[in-house]
Structures are given as structure tokens and as C-alpha cells.
């Protein structure tokens, strides 16, 4: 194969790529409010949305890295709301070759949404009831999926580990994030996480965050 005659300038190195962002992010954003060990988390998931802005509306219990990284060293799923999530997810930094989890696709799932008068990603989240208790959560997609964890939470259910609910969206993002950002103050139940308020949110901010999380190194 033959690469085509270069016909811009760009910076196309990919390990050089790689440190000139870091190295810019940490230039332009302003990380001075941001929990010590939580610097490289919220460096990660700047550079998943490339906003630097986001600093300003990130959410972060101050648990949350100890609490994440301690259950994934002990080999603790990750459980996510959308493939994209799990596809983000580099394999390599996860400290114990812990199973990543998607179940929007299992075949019980339509009848559950159907059943429920709810989507399909919120009924997936109840397949997640057997691995949930001590299980890091990521979800970057539907608001009605964060809605459903809390509720299982409320309802008696397994407590995760640790929550990444970072949904994106118009109908329902923002106040489900205002929901686990509230969580232990509206019922006393302590839960480590992180989210990122307003409507602002996705699949890459949620993997960048779990890759964050699971290995120090930036």
C-alpha cells in the first residue's frame, strides 16, 4: 500500500500526539480545585470530551479514586450502559484483566423494557443485579440507566463499588446526574462517584474516566 502525498501540516506521531495533549490540557485547565489523586481522572476525561471547561462541572466524592481502583485491583467487573463505553475501555490498564460487561443485547431485555414501560438500556441494568454489589459502574450513554441504578440502590439492591455516571443528553441527563451527585444527602446511603453536571456527558468521557481509575499512570 501506498500513503498518499501529505497535503497538510499536522503533528502525525503517535506517541508525540499522545504527551502534546496531556501536556496541553494541563496547560489550559484549570486543575487547582480538583482532588490531589483525582488530577489524572479529571485530566482523562478532558481529553475524552476535548473541553477543558469540563473541570469546572466535574462532581467528585472524594472516595471515589480509592474506592474504584481498590475494586478493580481486587478483580471487580465493570459494568457499563452502552458497547461504546466497553469499547472504550483500554484492556491493558485494567490491573486484573477484570470482565467488562454490556447487556443491552441480551435477549431478555426487549420483553423487560416492554414489561416496564421503560428503554431498553434502563432494563439492562437490572441484568446487572448478580455483579453488582463491589462492581465499578460506567455509564456514558442513557439518563434513564443512572435513574434505574439509584433505584435498584434504593429498592434494596447491591451497592456498587463505585459509579461513573456521566449520560449525555436534552431529556434527562442533567437531573440524573443532579440525582447521584445528591444521592447520599437525599438518603443516606454513601456511594463513591463522579459525574459531570448539565447535559454535557458520553460514551468516551465514561471509558476515559474508568481508564483513569484503573492505573495510575497517565
Not at 109 to 130: K, M, N, Y
Not at 170 to 175: L, R, S, V
Amino acid at each position: 500500500m501506498r500513503r498518499p502525498r501529505k497535503a497538510y501540516t499536522y503533528v502525525d506521531d503517535g506517541p508525540a500526539i499522545y504527551v502534546d495533549s496531556f501536556a496541553t490540557i494541563r496547560r489550559e485547565a484549570r486543575l487547582d480545585g480538583v482532588p490531589t489523586d483525582a488530577e489524572k481522572l479529571a485530566v482523562r476525561m478532558i481529553h475524552g470530551s476535548g473541553q477543558v471547561d469540563l473541570v469546572d462541572d466535574l462532581v467528585i466524592h472524594p472516595e471515589l479514586v480509592s474506592a474504584a481502583r481498590t475494586a478493580l485491583m481486587l478483580g471487580a467487573p465493570i459494568l457499563t450502559d452502552a458497547r461504546m463505553v466497553a469499547m472504550g475501555i483500554t484492556a491493558g490498564r485494567l490491573p486484573a484483566d477484570n470482565p467488562v460487561h454490556c447487556f443491552l443485547t441480551d435477549p431478555q431485555v426487549p420483553d423487560l423494557a416492554t414489561t416496564w414501560g421503560t428503554t431498553r438500556t434502563a432494563a439492562a441494568v437490572s441484568l446487572w443485579e448478580p455483579l453488582l454489589d463491589g462492581a465499578v459502574v460506567a455509564i456514558g450513554n442513557a439518563p434513564t440507566a443512572l435513574f434505574h441504578l439509584l433505584e435498584m440502590i434504593l429498592d434494596g439492591g447491591p451497592r456498587p463499588a463505585a459509579v461513573v455516571g456521566c449520560p449525555v443528553g436534552f431529556i434527562g441527563a442533567a437531573e440524573s446526574k443532579e440525582a447521584l451527585a445528591s444521592f447520599g444527602t437525599d438518603h443516606g446511603i454513601d456511594l463513591p462517584f463522579v459525574t459531570v453536571r448539565g447535559r454535557r456527558g458520553g460514551s468516551a468521557m465514561a471509558s476515559s474516566a474508568i481508564n483513569a481509575l484503573a492505573q495510575e499512570a497517565e
